[in-house]
């Protein structure tokens, strides 16, 4: 089985720049979670989905980030405009059950903003 | 809100030997799970071992198993047998109602041959 896909797998951008990373969950997964990890704050949801429905984006920083879910096997996380606080690795993650379980996270993708 | 606290930020074991991570966590939920995750170097986040709230019966899963305290909302892990491949950062997190996972903010461990 595929596990979750991200991509891609680093991205190095300049400030002011649109940045858009991609996730592909397991399929048959209901619900997806956007997550980013920095050294200072370690690992942060951001956003999450039930049935590419946004249920809590009360983790986005602000209103450059915005995520969406358009079908069940796609999501993206968008930054516009990127600073250079916004450099970490963001994770996307999936999981099948309603109530908590096991999330299975893709290998993440490292943005790097200058 | 609930929050989960790992005050150990760097530990060291030695080869063949055994270490445990610390992890303390809030809230006000009767029924949840808690959660090991591995982060080795290639930042892949992996699951080590899993318990449910309302087991009373600790988690082990081969050299990794757990002392879960739900009353002093405890929830450590302990490796046994330590190897090289155990080095990594290890997070223990937390699921409650909703099906999202609150993390705690690691602890990277050393194993020295």
């Known amino acids: 089985d595929a596990g979750v896909i991200q991509s891609p797998r680093h991205e190095v951008t300049e400030m002011g720049q649109e940045v858009t990373l991609r996730c592909k969950p397991i399929?048959?997964?209901?619900?997806l979670f956007w997550y980013r990890q920095t050294m200072m704050r370690g690992l942060e949801l951001l956003i999450y989905?039930?049935?590419?429905?946004?249920?809590?984006d009360s983790g986005m920083p602000e209103d450059r980030f915005s995520a969406k879910m358009p079908n069940a096997s796609f999501s993206t996380l968008k930054i516009q405009p990127s600073e250079p606080r916004d450099s970490a690795v963001y994770f996307c993650?999936?999981?099948?059950?309603?109530?908590?379980?096991?999330?299975?996270f893709g290998e993440g993708s490292r943005l790097t903003v200058l | 809100a609930q929050t989960v606290t790992q005050s150990q930020p760097e530990m060291s074991v030695q080869e063949a030997e055994t270490v445990t991570l610390s992890c303390t966590y809030d809230t006000s939920e009767s029924d949840y799970y808690l959660f090991w995750y591995k982060q080795p170097p290639s930042r892949q986040m992996i699951l080590v071992i899993r318990?449910?709230?309302?087991?009373?019966q600790n988690a082990t899963e081969n050299r990794f198993s757990v002392n879960f305290q739900k009353a002093a909302k405890s929830f450590s892990l302990k490796i046994s047998d330590s190897q090289l491949g155990d080095a990594a950062m290890y997070f223990c997190a937390y699921g409650g109602a909703t099906n999202k996972l609150i993390f705690g903010t690691g602890t990277l461990l050393a194993v020295q041959p």
């Open positions: 399929s048959g997964h209901n619900s």
């Open positions: 989905f039930n049935n590419n429905v946004p249920i809590d």
């Open positions: 993650a999936s999981s099948r059950a309603r109530r908590t379980g096991e999330l299975f």
């Open positions: 318990q449910e709230a309302y087991k009373q």
